[in-house]
Nanobody, 121 residues
Framework: QVQLVESGGGLVQPGGSLRLSCAAS????????MGWYRQAPGKQRELVAV???????NYADSVKGRFTISRDNAKNTVYLQMNSLKPEDTAVYYC???????????????WGQGTQVTVSS
């Protein structure tokens, strides 16, 4: 089984910064795409940023220039550096990873439990 554990959420003032981390553990052969999604109250879950197994990244337009996604493949960990935070960034942030547990099997999507980010003065 594979587990994703997020950390780093919290309360921050507008203009502030937070760094989220998500560590994958368990029976892992390889991790393909890793990413961050968020869900605000009353809204659907949306993509924030994703990163491939190399260095290719993709961001939602709303966070471009403010958020940076990165990963440490040796630690099976993905990070989200969030700068210049706005009240509209308030949401539960979820980690997602496409994990291959055996070389002969396709990847499976796994989700973390979510971490709350609140941007408020």
């Amino acid at each position: 089984q594979v587990q994703l554990v997020e950390s780093g959420g919290g309360l921050v003032q507008p203009g502030g910064s937070l760094r989220l981390s998500c560590a994958a553990s368990g029976s892992i052969f390889r991790i393909n795409v890793m990413g961050w999604y968020r869900q605000a109250p009353g809204k659907q879950r949306e993509l924030v940023a994703v990163i491939g197994s190399g260095t290719n990244t993709n961001y939602a337009d709303s966070v471009k220039g403010r958020f940076t996604i990165s990963r440490d493949n040796a630690k099976n960990t993905v990070y989200l550096q969030m700068n210049s935070l706005k009240p509209e960034d308030t949401a539960v942030y979820y980690c997602n990873a496409n994990v291959v547990v055996r070389a002969t099997l396709p990847g499976t999507q796994y989700w973390g439990q979510g971490t709350q980010v609140t941007v408020s003065s």
